[in-house]
């Protein structure tokens, strides 16, 4: 956007990785709801239909604020006149440094993990977010043991009814064949992985698109497709390599039999992860799924950045850090201005699209000495995606957020085929869950944007019987 908005200026996009994420196929579903793929592509195509920018393969070593300046890591410096930080978020790993721990962010961790599933047995998956679900669908022939902190499945996006709806796809043995893949993946010559548990690399990736797991090939060594037994309320509490585990002279549990783990397991695994309920599972290795942190390590060294409490470089309503000339967008900043009472920040690739977009303009209407609006895209907080593989979208405050406990919960669920769920206050949509084809996305964000009283209607809100949309488009 700023090379459209200033052809005659010079860009520079600074990427420690040789590729670029680029949006294809963006589609807008609705005034708010938008979905697109994620695709990897040279940087050279990005430099072709923009001459005035220029891609610098490095990573940042410091950035001196005071003298709007920039030290990548091979050596060089760049001046600049505006900045915007858009370095994303790494993985919150549950223990560092440990070769049998594999975090999933990027596209290279992904296929990191998709090496070692191949030779996997059992492997352990800690993590309630989107990633874990996703990678805990597509796994087929490795026994998988998930460890949520949550009562139920999919916290991020779900309350535990949203979560029984979907639970018995992970059971069911017929599956889908999955769609051909979009992304393409360009990997650079000479780039080989090293071989051995240390090939983890730590330099960051570029984030995972929404349709990551598409064209991996996730298979474990058994001949069985799903195996998943899930560990509610716990988290891992250390983890063992097989010496140490050993001279414990502890016991560690066989896959669950219909639900009851009380075998001993007599296999010796390479690693094992002890749960704070007390149990013990061996296994290949652990996925970490667990979130991600804001990544702004190489820039608060000598730089007075005003950070929020989940780490992020705070920004205001126009985009701008606490420092002169340098804004930030994406998983790698905090809003805070005051938001709109059915939107919050949530670190997902919709966002990240929209601040980018965003903080282009405020950068544009500054330079230009122009005044500027908070974008429509922050007045509503929307998401669509796929699960289990059922389109889920998700409305404002759909699981409450923040409401405390003056709300009440509207559903309507048919088995295997949809659910609904919708959040009021005082007569009010404030937000919504849809699984499977409801095609009540736009009726219902029409109505959490123009919040209507629709107490009048009480119950039959969501009767499948009265056809909503008629009432309100």
């Known amino acids: 956007k700023l090379a459209m908005e200033f052809p005659s200026e010079d860009i520079f996009l600074m990427t420690a990785s040789p590729v670029i994420k680029a949006v294809t196929n963006f589609k807008q579903v609705s005034k708010t709801l938008e979905e697109f793929d994620v695709e990897e592509q040279p940087s050279s195509l990005l ?26 890591e091979d050596g060089k410096e760049y001046m600049y006149e505006k900045l915007c930080l858009c370095a994303g978020a790494k ?11 594999l975090g999933i962010r990027d596209t290279d961790s992904a296929q990191a993990f998709q090496k070692k599933l191949a030779q996997a047995e059992r492997i352990v998956v800690v993590g309630n977010g989107g990633i ?47 769609i051909e893949c979009k992304r393409t993946k360009y990997t650079m010559e000479g780039s080989e992985e090293k071989e051995g548990p240390t090939a983890v690399s730590d330099k960051l990736g570029s984030a995972l698109g929404p349709d990551w797991h598409e064209g991996l090939h996730l298979k474990g060594t058994k001949e069985f497709s799903h195996k998943v037994h899930i560990e509610i309320l716990c988290e891992v509490k250390k ?3 097989q010496q140490e585990f050993i001279q414990l ?21 390479p690693v094992y992860v002890e749960l704070t309920n007390g149990k013990i599972y061996g296994c290949d290795f652990i996925v970490s799924a667990t979130g991600v942190v804001p990544n702004v390590e190489p820039f608060l060294d000598g730089n007075n950045f005003a950070v929020g409490e989940d780490g992020g470089l705070t920004v205001d309503k126009h985009m701008h850090t606490s420092l002169p000339d340098i804004y930030a967008a994406g998983d790698i900043c905090t809003a805070a201005w005051e938001p709109s009472p059915v939107w919050h920040q949530m670190r997902l690739w919709t966002q990240a699209r929209q601040m980018g977009w965003y903080a282009a303009k405020c950068m544009a209407a500054d330079t230009l000495g122009e005044s500027i609006d908070l974008d429509f895209s922050f007045e509503l ?21 923040g409401l405390g406990l003056d709300h009440e919960l509207m559903l309507r669920c048919t088995k295997g085929q949809e659910y609904v769920k919708v959040v009021m206050q005082n007569g009010r949509m404030m937000g919504a869950v849809l699984i499977g084809e409801t095609d009540l996305e736009e009726t219902f964000e029409n109505l959490i944007l123009n919040q209507m009283d629709l107490s009048a209607y009480g119950e039959d809100l969501l009767n499948p019987d009265i056809d909503i949309e008629d009432y309100f488009d």
């Open 91 to 101: 993985p919150k790993l549950i223990f560092e440094g440990n070769p049998y721990v």
């Open 239 to 241: 983890i063992h390599l």
């Open 132 to 178: 874990a679900l996703e990678l805990v669908y597509e796994i087929q022939g490795c026994e998988v043991i998930w460890a949520i902190k949550d009562k139920a499945i999919g916290n991020t996006f779900f309350d535990a009814g949203a979560a029984e709806f979907l639970i018995p796809k992970l059971t069911a043995e017929k599956r889908e064949t999955p």
């Open 381 to 401: 907080f929307a998401h669509v995606t796929k699960f289990f593989n059922y389109k889920v979208v998700v409305l404002g405050k759909y699981n409450a957020q």
């Open 47 to 72: 430099e072709k239909r923009y001459p005035n920018i220029k891609v610098i393969q490095s990573g940042v070593k410091q950035l001196k604020s005071d003298q709007h300046k920039i030290f990548t």
């Open 249 to 269: 002279q502890r016991t560690s549990l066989t896959f669950p039999k219909d639900e009851k783990n009380v075998e001993p397991d007599e296999v010796l695994w």
